[in-house]
């Protein structure tokens, strides 16, 4: 994944995204919108990095794509994407490791 320049004002931060969807045509239209915002860290759960703006944006096209009587969408503000991700997360049995991460040039 690569990153985004960051502008002044344009903090970070970091959230954990699960989803639980009764129908297979928006359960996969959720999860490709997750997809191209964070990390796939379990069946229906992301960890995604955004701005405002972004989680806004990401906000909107899921309350487009799900049935607000039978879908839900739990979104957890985990604090500011700089801190360590071990800081925040406590995890029981298999550990969770972050995917490395390279810059390419």
Same mark, same amino acid.
């Not at 320049?5 to 969807?21: A, E, F, H, K, P």
């Not at 297979?24 to 992301?46: C, I, N, Y």
């Given at each position: ?16 995204? !699960?989803?639980?969807? !009764? ?44 049935? !607000? ?37």
């Amino acid at each position: 994944m690569w990153k985004r320049c960051l502008v002044s004002g344009d903090m970070r931060r970091r959230y954990l995204i !699960s989803y639980d969807i !009764s129908d297979d045509k928006r359960r996969t239209e959720v999860f490709h919108a997750l997809m191209g915002q964070g990390d796939h860290v379990q069946f229906s759960v992301f960890l995604c990095e955004l701005n405002d703006r972004e989680l806004a944006e990401l906000k909107g096209r899921l309350s487009q794509t799900i049935n !607000s009587r039978e879908d839900q969408v739990l979104i957890l503000d985990m604090g500011g994407a700089a801190q360590e991700v071990r800081s925040v997360l406590e995890c029981l049995g298999k550990v969770y490791e972050p995917p490395s991460r390279v810059t390419v040039v």
